[in-house]
């Protein structure tokens, strides 16, 4: 009896401490999300001054080298407020505070606009971005705009990151899972590729494909975390395959209306 009650009160006592631990796990999150939180919106009114000064003097000044100087202060500042915009995203997913707004979107259209979107970054490294439309008439889904926007912006800007020579290709065609029609898109690029055991680990949050690399590839590690969470509220998946050296394909399937 004595050695069946000392059992019982080390289990207690480990279940106690437990749910201790969990506790102030729960807690450090609630903090973290706060802090990152008040952190995104104390910042983003001294960025937007800064791009918005560096905006004029890139506009107004005829000098090359200062041109070149009020260039990079734009585009530190566009990384910086990408790289906050991140943090609040994050901040939101691990507090469920997101509002998801289904609306019909075409997907065909979302494609063929990124191209301007992108121009500046693709010919600075002079690469291509090529989309593929392989299907017929429209392709319509329920997406939240801002969401599906974000999606694009994280996995194009990712190729881009990562590819030094070659095109990125955005393909879009139909699917069928589980008896259900889908529209997959692949993000296409002939990048540095993925080692397959970043492959397992790349959609959690504050993880970088660029891990034990130098300092090249800058990032948050939360870009993939946050598109990956974004494409699960719209009740869709997202895929990865890649090779070294040859490239990544990131796909990305969203239920089709009919």
Known sequence: MDNLHTEKQ????????????????????????V???NMSHELRTPITVILGYAGILYEE???????????????????????????LDQSNVDRNKLQVELVKVDLIDRIQENYELYRLALEEKNIQLETKILIEG?????????MLKKVFNNLIGNA???????????????????????????????????PPAKLKVIFEAFRQVSEGMNRLYQGTGLGLSVTK???GLMNGEITVESQIDKGSTFSVFLPAVN
């Open 10 to 33: 080390i289990n207690d006592n480990e279940n106690k401490d437990e749910v201790k631990d969990l506790l102030i796990l729960e807690e450090a999150k609630k903090f973290q999300a």
């Open 138 to 146: 429209e392709a319509i889904v329920n997406a939240d705009i801002m």
């Open 61 to 87: 000044l005829e000098d090359p080298d200062l041109k070149e100087m009020a260039e990079i202060i734009l585009n530190s500042s566009n990384r910086l407020t990408e790289s906050l915009n991140l943090l």
């Open 160 to 194: 881009i990151k990562f590819t030094t020579t070659g095109k990125i290709t955005l393909e879009l065609k139909e699917t069928v899972k589980d008896s259900k029609k889908y529209y997959q898109i692949d993000f296409i690029d002939t990048g540095i590729g993925i």
């Open 229 to 231: 969470k974004f494409v």
């Open 35 to 37: 802090f990152l939180d």
